[in-house]
């Protein structure tokens, strides 16, 4: 059901308006779905507050924060019996977004259907809570059938702020070159820094790219420094920002990443990261999450401070190697979409 989409056109708004038209009409990751419970969860998504909250049958509903009687922020109220409640004069609103009660109203009052939340289209897919700002989405879901693999081990990180573009974020995911400096202390120490010659290939939603690196063979921070491995990398990218990579130690053991990033503003992203692993099944993930906060956070330490915030898409202002073929398709395709500098 979508709503009014030039109507969420923010006020303060860090995008330039056409940026924010063309990314207006993508779907986007807010939240985890197990971040959506039994009350209202703030997001920001494109400089747009939303409010996420579950109606009576458990369906994720998403609106604008904004309450339509008095422009209360509804997320700083409450969700009674399945409906969302103001936190300022206690209208409720069903799931389907209709004002179902009016508490100063006298009983039986009637309330008019033009009473409703603004709806925003929400789906929720991959243990993620995705919506679109204005229409269906020009591309579809990633598919990621490995989040839902029994066979494999699935484990999450917690939500990630980031002070960085969701454009420079999803450069570094696919960029195997920092490996041997920011992840020195985890992974990536001591390795061969040549980055082998690879192609980049536009598929239907997006681009795919694999090659071989050689790495240190571990997975947990009090793992073997010395041993080291040509793992195989395979990335799939889903614009806007869905990331997805492959990593192939070794015959047997092999785990996939997931980087959902959403663009909160254009200089903030959150990214939530999820692994499906077929190797350590019966292992507690509470060492592995460790180490992949420790990787995370080598890389929020150089990339929080590239500047400007948003890759610039005229190529001509930054240099461009043979290992930045990804991040150059990438801004190639951006400019196809229609985003301008
Ligand atoms: S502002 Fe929401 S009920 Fe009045
Ligand atoms: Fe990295």
Known sequence: ??????????R?????????TVLSKFWHVVAFSSEVGDAPVSVRLLD???VLFRGGDGTATAAHDVCPHRGSLLSQGDVIEGALTCPY?????????????????????KIP??????LINVREHGNLI??????????????????????LQNYHLPGIDASTSATRFCENFNDVAHFAFVHAGTFGGGCREVVEDHAVTKTESGLHHSLVIEQIDRVTLDGDEEQTTAAHYSYDFTFPFANKMHIRFDEERSQHIFAAVTPVSSSQCRVHMQFARNYDLDQP???????????????????EKVSPAESPLDLSEEFHVAADRWSVAFRRSWKTFGLAQ
């Open 1 to 10: 059901m979508s709503k009014q989409p030039n109507s969420l056109f923010p």
């Open 12 to 20: 303060e708004c860090t995008f330039t308006e056409n940026n924010w």
């Open 48 to 50: 747009v507050p939303l």
């Open 89 to 109: 004069h206690g209208f409720r609103y069903a799931g389907s977004g209709q004002c179902i009660h009016v508490p100063s109203n006298p009983p039986g009052a």
């Open 113 to 118: 259907e033009r009473l409703h939340l603004n």
């Open 130 to 151: 995705w919506v679109c700002l204005d229409g269906d989405g020009i591309v579809p879901l990633p598919d990621w059938p490995e989040l839902t693999d029994e066979s």
């Open 285 to 303: 993930i509470k060492e592995s999450l460790e180490f992949e906060r420790s990787v995370a956070a080598e890389d929020l330490e150089v990339i």
